[in-house]
């Protein structure tokens, strides 16, 4: 069975997945799916390997890998999660966008005959006969019905579980308990980074399960409609009275995915400016003890309406950040500005589920001051990668909530980058950052000096030092931009030895 499967995924060539800065984990992921195809029931795997042998012989990669994340819950959301990463091939990406929302091939006699009752018993509704889409584990099915209020009819969608799915679901999420160690163990034999796999596997795992509880989305989709009630330009679809704990029913909004939209240039800059700051800056920047983000913003989730309005779908899998993890990343953002490699190593250190080694940690806090001496601009997208940085480099683990924040916003930063080039994840930081801290301002005058109780998340002592340290912060940007240029000098001299 081992050479079988080996020789199946060689044949899929899957390397190709991976970019060429990727060249060294090629391996590992070989080894990974291999390890995956042999746990899968027999059944499964033959019904992937029917689908290879029914291609035609010259069918490229993309298409190859394509239809095994079709057979694969957990894979198809995998690729959904890296469909708009511009690292990929733009031929693979293309496919992979494909996974989010596929075309609906379920039909409502697949549907189990006690859902069937169930919505036969919701009243006067009429069912469309064909699904309106598809994702990893759901489907949609359009519907409409005759409101108290009003005479015309109601447009809406259930959406449920397709057949079968719970099962394969969760044959799969057992073999990732798996997984996690091995790759592990393999990281060794290729000569890579041991990094944290189990780990992180095992917070996808606990994730993914929550795409079975419907009722977990309801109340997500509850505090949702909350937070972006005062928000004219975020649609937070509208529950209907027809929700069980099988069956989500919720009012249908039209549109178009946000990359496919056809609008012109500056309205798209506009609706990408929308997507970061609905989806990342006005939940992080929130005095709330705990803010609640979007952990699947992919494409098939992310609708503009006919009025350019946002509209978001599917709350099943959320993330929250607390208070003070928002606090450690404005600090260091304020390290990057003050080129202050302490309180980087600080906050990083406070983020951190693990401690770091320390020498390692100061070694890519240099490396990421100095591309600011050099113009990079030390703000959120900077802070972000820097932790990326941090986690491969040092092995460090961080809490499942900060992966999962993590997660999301490169999902994010791929998809606004198909809406337009022209929009930054910075600028819309700093624009919704100064909007929070101008409506903080008379509340300010009263605060404790020390209290960071803002949206802002920065006390009126810290903006007091960030302004009595700019001398201090033009020192150590000549001092630091000398010693660069004398690193470089020292290398040269020591190529041409």
């Known amino acids: 069975m081992r050479a079988r499967v080996r020789s199946l995924v060689e044949s899929l060539d899957v390397e190709q997945i991976l970019p060429q800065c990727y060249v060294s984990y090629r391996p590992l992921l070989v080894d990974g799916l291999c390890l995956f195809l042999e746990r899968m029931p027999a059944h499964r795997l033959a019904e992937i390997v029917s689908d290879q042998f029914e291609m035609a012989a010259d069918t490229g990669f993309a298409d190859r890998v394509l239809a095994l994340l ?48 169930e919505l036969e018993n919701m009243g006067d509704i009429e069912l469309s006969a064909h699904p309106l889409a598809e994702a990893s584990v759901a489907v949609v099915l359009p519907f409409t019905w005759k409101g108290k209020r009003s005479r015309d009819p109601q447009h809406g969608v259930f959406k449920m579980l397709k057949p079968g799915v719970e099962e394969r679901l969760f044959e799969e999420l057992e073999i990732w308990v798996e997984l996690g160690a091995f790759l592990e163990e393999r990281c060794e034999h290729h000569g890579l980074p041991r990094l944290d796999y189990a780990e992180t596997l095992d917070c996808l795992r606990r994730l993914l399960k929550q795409e079975v509880h419907f009722e977990r989305e309801q109340k997500h989709l509850t505090e949702a409609a909350d937070f972006y009630a005062r928000d004219t330009n975020v649609i937070i679809p509208r529950l209907l009275p027809f929700c069980s704990s099988r069956i989500t029913a919720m009012e249908r909004v039209f549109g178009d995915k946000v990359t496919d939209v056809n609008i012109g240039s500056t309205n798209r800059i506009k609706l990408a400016d929308r997507v970061f ?97 050099q113009g990079c601009l030390p703000g959120f997208d900077w802070s972000q990668r820097l932790l990326d940085g941090i986690a491969a480099s040092t092995g460090m683990g961080f809490p499942e909530n900060l992966m999962l924040f993590r997660k999301a916003l490169h999902t994010l930063s791929g998809l606004v980058a198909d809406i337009t080039t022209d929009c930054s994840l910075d600028r819309v930081m700093l624009n919704q950052g100064l909007r929070q801290f101008s409506g903080e301002w008379s509340s300010r005058m009263l605060a404790d000096p020390a209290s960071r109780s803002f949206g802002t998340h920065v006390s009126n002592v810290e903006l007091m030092e960030l302004m009595g340290s700019l001398p201090g912060t033009v020192n150590a940007y000549w001092l630091g931009l000398w010693e660069d240029s004398l690193d470089t000098l020292q290398r040269i001299q020591g190529r041409s030895r």
Request: proline fraction near 5%; charged fraction near 30%; aromatic fraction near 4%.
């Open 277 to 373: 700051e609905a989806l990342v800056a006005r939940p992080f920047w929130t005095r709330a003890e705990v803010c609640q983000f979007h952990a699947d913003p992919h494409a098939g989730n992310l609708f503009c309406t006919p009025d350019e309005r946002l509209a978001i779908f599917d709350w099943t899998l959320v993330g929250r950040l607390d208070k003070q993890q928002r606090v450690e990343m404005v600090q260091m953002v304020l390290g990057g500005i003050t080129l202050n490699e302490t309180r980087i190593c600080r906050a990083v250190s406070r983020l951190g589920r693990t401690q770091p080694d320390e020498s390692r940690l100061r070694d890519r806090v240099c490396a990421a001051l100095r591309e600011v001496r």
């Open 70 to 117: 079709h057979r694969c819950p957990t894979l198809h959301k995998l690729g959904q999660i890296v469909s708009r990463d511009r690292r990929l091939s733009n031929e693979l990406r293309q496919r992979l966008q494909s996974l989010e929302s596929v075309t609906p091939t379920t039909r409502l006699d697949d549907l189990p005959t006690d859902i069937l009752q």
